[in-house]
């Protein structure tokens, strides 16, 4: 073992890796000089509509556009409540609130930290009680790289009539009953950020859906609202295409990414295996597969996690806080919230740790964080 620093995410191994796959895709692109949705762009739609299952795949320039243009088409806004988890990023409560709608804060669960499906159905009963608020749509969030209770989620939403959209930012890749995710929602939104399991060079992401009229309605909102001309404007739309050089880099990232799900399965393993007992290690959600965007452990209390992160820090490990405030705590959000108290959120964001993961840590580098964080605790 050695002190030199572990890097959280190595994208440099990754890239070194692709080099000679990607450098003529992105030489192809730039004698094409079809910079916004070239046929790189076709072909990458193509691709990750056959990987995840999914009928129709609309690439867009971001997932949190991804999530926009997926409510847009849903006509959601004033007076519509959106329910959400209250334990992810802010992008997935932002997009409601951008277009006038109302963000439903709902509790998640203790041990896989997806939304509550009791929980949700409690919120919705609150939200139609109150009268306030049309119960509209539910996002389940896929946290960390694992799938959310989707069967619970759709029959809830099924049955109050509500659209469901699925936030597969963090796990494009992942399966649960031997489904990988792309399907399990109406329509399915992922993000391709440079630290996502499957990440660009920049912002990327994009929607699945097996609805041929919702994929033609998410094509026109990505590209100003057009419709079967550049000129013909149908509706409000927004420039939500993506790039034609994140194409190229995903294309080629797409060649290696069965492998690389692979290993970053076999990083989590380890860490449950060399971490044993000394910290709560992630519970795995029944019959899924993760992508394993994050490997989170949780601690006692928010003073030992400051304890824990400041020991790794000066032994050369990374580790990040993912979240450090529930979103129903976020001041962004105090106007929206109805003041519910939201304790699993809640006393997660004061214990849970993030481990450095991604398919190139080496076995040498587990077993150092690994021994590294016993010592802390």
Known sequence: ????????????????????????????????CQF???????????????FCGARHCVAVSSGTDALEIALMAENIGPGDAVFLPAFTY?????????????PVFVDVDPRTFEIDPEHLRKRIADVRRAGKL??????????????????????????????TLDDCAQSFGAALHGVRLGTAAQATATSFFPSKPLGGYGDGGALFTDDAERAALFR??????????RYEVLRTGMNGRLDSLQAAVLLSKLTIFEDELAARARVADAYDAGLGNAVLTPARVPDSA??????????????ARERVQATLKAAGVPSAIYYP??????????????????????????????LPIHPYLAEADIARIC?????AV
Do not use: C
């Open 325 to 354: 405030r529930p979103l129903h705590l976020q001041p962004a959000y105090a106007k929206a919230h109805d003041g519910s108290h939201l304790p699993v959120a809640e006393n997660l964001a004061g214990r849970i740790l993030a």
């Open 220 to 229: 026109s909102l990505r590209t100003h609202g057009e419709g079967t001309t």
């Open 90 to 102: 802010t992008a997935t409560a932002e997009v409601p609130l951008v277009l006038g709608a109302t």
């Open 36 to 50: 916004i949705l070239g046929p790189e762009v076709r072909e990458l739609e193509e691709k990750l509509a056959a």
């Open 134 to 163: 049309r119960p509209r749509a539910v996002i389940g969030v896929d946290l960390f790289g694992q799938p959310a209770d989707w069967p619970a989620i759709s029959a809830i939403a099924a049955a109050e009539g509500l659209f």
């Open 1 to 32: 073992m050695t002190d030199r620093p572990i890097p959280f995410l190595d994208l440099k191994a990754q890239q070194a890796r692709i080099a000679a796959d990607l450098r003529p895709r992105l030489d192809a692109v730039l004698a094409s």
């Open 290 to 303: 993760s992508a394993w965007a994050i490997y989170s452990v949780l601690l006692p209390d928010s003073a």
């Open 371 to 375: 021994t590294a964080l016993r010592g």
